[in-house]
């Protein structure tokens, strides 16, 4: 029997290489736009051909850059700039920081108030769920924020925090993915995003709240994943970049999907708190994270008998180790965690980013399993940081 489900998804979807230059048509005509992006993209030809495209189209637009995690501050004083020029939609170009902020902005424009009033776990007040149209258009595959509901709000320093405004109605109107704006991505970043997603698809297809939908999902996901992992190894690929970066673009797409709908586990649960200490990218995190997590999963699996999660991870680790899906078994398991060891070396270690023990009871604290289907206790957590320093 096909157990019951919901899903809440993008209006409209549109992928492939040099969509990106169908943006002015799909912007609005109707008003002004508030355009949010990183600012390596000023220096593309992505968004020379924006700027052209808009103008010859006559369309208003207001520009702005992002730099790091959107925190509240950030996402208030874009709200009144929205405000103050009338923008009546929201073009956010970049990585999940970008297209975070993007959802937050557009949602906040038709709320009330600081949106830290809104975020889960802070503040008081439920978001209504009015926003304005958005369009979403990734330059990294790794988050899926353009697949899903939420906006990762972050704010540093005292009583830090990592949280998300989260409704329905934010998951944006539209996402254009263009694998070709990932093409100028900086390795170490195609790393790190690229093992968020994988991260991502790993966690929801073995989540508690995993169902046949959010399966189908991330099993083509992790055969997409497998098919590009070169990209990872920072070898030239010549010719096959492009179809590579086109799999992991839709691998990435498809775990928002996932995780938006099965939920995350125990290296998300982690990496939420840490990236609210310290200020390390969240690709960056979850990808030091797998290594610790996921060694130590596959044992508890293993001593529990878990078969049916056991192998979820053996088909995981077959379509990187082997690109295949006959037999996955054992070996492919432990091919997946000597990968994940073999990536994660090659990124910068968390020492790097300044966290020290005493830091880590307060991270600890604020974390949780999420939907993993094993409950890793607080003192086993806590050893997931430590073989971190
Ligand atoms: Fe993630």
Same mark, same amino acid.
């Given at each position: 029997?096909?157990?019951?489900?919901?899903?809440?998804?993008?209006?409209?979807?549109?992928?492939?290489?040099?969509?990106?230059?169908?943006?002015?048509?799909?912007?609005?005509?109707?008003?002004?736009?508030?355009?949010?992006?990183?600012?390596?993209?000023?220096?593309?030809?992505?968004?020379?051909?924006?700027?052209?495209?808009?103008?010859?189209?006559?369309?208003?637009?207001?520009?702005?850059?992002?730099?790091?995690?959107?925190?509240?501050?950030?996402?208030?004083?874009?709200?009144?700039?929205a405000?103050?020029?009338?923008?009546?939609?929201?073009?956010?170009?970049?990585?999940g920081?970008?297209?975070?902020?993007?959802?937050?902005?557009?949602?906040?424009?038709?709320?009330?108030?600081?949106?830290?009033?809104?975020?889960?776990?802070?503040?008081?007040?439920?978001?209504?769920?009015?926003?304005?149209?958005?369009?979403?258009?990734?330059?990294?595959?790794?988050?899926?924020?353009?697949?899903?509901?939420?906006?990762?709000?972050?704010?540093?320093?005292?009583?830090?925090?990592?949280?998300?405004?989260?409704?329905?109605?934010?998951?944006?109107?539209?996402?254009?993915?263009?694998?070709?704006?990932?093409?100028?991505?900086?390795?170490?970043?195609? *790393? &790190?995003?690229?093992?968020?997603? !994988?991260?991502?698809?790993?966690? @929801?297809?073995? $989540?508690?709240? =995993?169902? %046949?939908?959010?399966?189908?999902?991330?099993?083509?996901?992790?055969?997409?994943?497998?098919?590009?992992?070169?990209?990872l190894?920072?070898?030239?690929?010549?010719?096959?970049?492009?179809?590579q970066?086109?799999?992991?673009?839709?691998?990435?797409?498809?775990?928002?999907?996932?995780?938006?709908?099965?939920?995350?586990?125990?290296?998300h649960?982690?990496?939420?708190?840490?990236?609210?200490?310290?200020?390390?990218?969240?690709?960056?995190?979850?990808a030091? *994270? &797998?290594?610790?997590?996921?060694? !130590?999963?596959?044992?508890?699996? @293993?001593?529990? $008998?878990?078969? =049916?999660? %056991?192998?979820?991870?053996?088909?995981?680790?077959?379509?990187?180790?082997?690109?295949?899906?006959?037999?996955?078994?054992?070996?492919?398991?432990?091919?997946?965690?000597?990968?994940?060891?073999?990536?994660?070396?090659?990124?910068?270690p968390?020492?790097?980013?300044?966290?020290?023990?005493?830091?880590?009871?307060?991270?600890?604290?604020?974390?949780?399993?999420?939907?993993?289907?094993?409950?890793f206790?607080?003192?086993?957590?806590?050893?997931?940081?430590?073989?971190?320093?």
């Amino acid at each position: 029997m096909v157990s019951a489900f919901r899903h809440k998804g993008n209006s409209n979807l549109i992928f492939g290489a040099g969509s990106a230059a169908s943006l002015p048509e799909l912007v609005s005509k109707e008003g002004l736009i508030l355009i949010l992006t990183g600012g390596h993209f000023l220096q593309s030809q992505a968004w020379t051909l924006l700027e052209t495209g808009l103008k010859k189209a006559g369309i208003a637009y207001v520009h702005e850059t992002i730099s790091g995690e959107p925190s509240p501050d950030t996402v208030d004083s874009l709200v009144e700039i929205a405000r103050g020029a009338a923008a009546v939609s929201v073009l956010a170009i970049g990585g999940g920081s970008v297209l975070d902020a993007g959802k937050a902005v557009a949602a906040m424009v038709c709320h009330e108030g600081s949106v830290i009033e809104y975020l889960e776990g802070v503040g008081t007040r439920l978001p209504g769920g009015r926003t304005l149209p958005m369009i979403a258009v990734p330059t990294t595959a790794g988050t899926g924020s353009e697949a899903t509901k939420n906006a990762v709000i972050s704010k540093h320093g005292d009583s830090p925090f990592k949280k998300s405004l989260r409704h329905d109605a934010f998951v944006p109107a539209t996402a254009v993915i263009d694998p070709e704006l990932t093409l100028g991505c900086p390795m170490n970043v195609t *790393l &790190a995003c690229g093992m968020d997603a !994988l991260c991502q698809l790993i966690e @929801s297809y073995i $989540s508690t709240r =995993a169902t %046949l939908f959010t399966n189908m999902l991330a099993k083509e996901g992790l055969r997409l994943f497998g098919s590009a992992c070169e990209l990872l190894s920072g070898e030239e690929l010549g010719i096959n970049e492009e179809s590579q970066r086109g799999s992991l673009a839709l691998a990435a797409y498809l775990s928002g999907l996932c995780l938006a709908n099965a939920g995350l586990g125990t290296v998300h649960g982690l990496a939420g708190p840490l990236g609210a200490h310290l200020e390390i990218p969240h690709g960056l995190a979850c990808a030091l *994270l &797998a290594v610790p997590v996921f060694r !130590l999963l596959v044992k508890r699996l @293993s001593q529990d $008998s878990n078969q =049916a999660v %056991l192998d979820k991870l053996a088909f995981a680790g077959a379509q990187i180790n082997r690109g295949s899906n006959a037999n996955p078994g054992a070996r492919d398991v432990e091919c997946l965690i000597d990968h994940l060891e073999n990536w994660a070396g090659r990124l910068r270690p968390l020492v790097d980013y300044g966290l020290e023990r005493s830091d880590i009871n307060l991270i600890v604290s604020a974390s949780d399993n999420k939907n993993s289907p094993v409950n890793f206790s607080y003192s086993e957590r806590r050893e997931f940081l430590l073989q971190l320093i």
